[in-house]
């Protein structure tokens, strides 16, 4: 079953140079290609390029049109089974992939993670977020790493995001998928097992540190993810 990975970059060249890595390790261990929507012209796209990622230019506001285009050139370019999503701070590793392949396997069609790790560059703090609290999320899968297969692409037409929103995009997601009751979901948890799923912050991100409700974690739990070494000496 095929995967393909949706992204967006903006600005943050030291961390999205590394995110790129990422992305080039994603292709040659699991032959998972990625398309990224740019909105720095020449620039960006020769460094998507560069590290073997597909790229199509869109400005940077609105996110969620961003988000579309990059998801609509990703079925175009490479007729993947399903996308995953990545913010260009988000990076996973080995057992999040091995799992999401069986889960396709299994024919689910929403499969995402209700909670994460988080990296802060700023404090060189790990932590974990056991996810949503309030009463009208719990439960819900986060959107970082969330896997979409081809099902929920064409149920919503392309349209996983509403094209002229800049924030929330987890949210409004989440709400075009429910009202549609016989798409198969499948909620996994980081907690007790291998997976590794890291927001990092600090650069600018657009939810940062203090919005989450956080325990604090040894930084060895992303021992499995090689670009985050780099990542914790900038």
């Not at 993670?113 to 899968?141: I, L, P």
Request: with cysteine.
């Amino acid at each position: 079953m095929k995967i393909a990975i949706v992204s967006a970059i903006w600005q943050r060249e030291r961390l999205t140079e590394i995110f790129l890595k990422s992305v080039q390790r994603y292709w040659k261990d699991y032959g998972i290609p990625t398309m990224i929507a740019g909105s720095e012209g020449v620039k960006t796209r020769e460094m998507c390029l560069d590290y073997g990622a597909g790229y199509v230019e869109a400005p940077n506001r609105p996110l969620g049109a961003k988000f579309i285009k990059a998801s609509v050139a990703a079925w175009a370019n490479y007729n993947p089974d399903a996308l995953m999503i990545l913010g260009s701070d988000d990076f996973v590793n080995h057992s999040v992939i091995y799992r999401y392949q069986i889960c396709l396997e299994q024919k689910w069609d929403v499969v995402g993670f209700r909670d994460c790790y988080f990296y802060d560059n700023r404090t060189k703090q790990a932590a974990y977020w056991g996810g949503y609290t309030v009463k009208h999320r719990q439960g819900e899968s986060i959107g970082m790493g969330r896997l979409l297969s081809r099902r929920v692409y064409e149920k919503l037409k392309g349209r996983l995001w509403m094209a002229n929103i800049n924030a929330g995009l987890d949210w409004v997601m989440t709400q075009k998928i429910k009202k549609h009751k016989d798409l198969k979901h499948r909620i996994l948890s980081v907690k007790g097992n291998n997976h590794v799923l890291v927001d990092v912050k600090g650069f600018g991100n657009l939810s940062d540190w203090g919005c989450y409700d956080l325990e604090p974690v040894d930084n060895g739990v992303f021992n499995t993810i090689p670009e985050m070494y780099e990542i914790q000496q900038l």
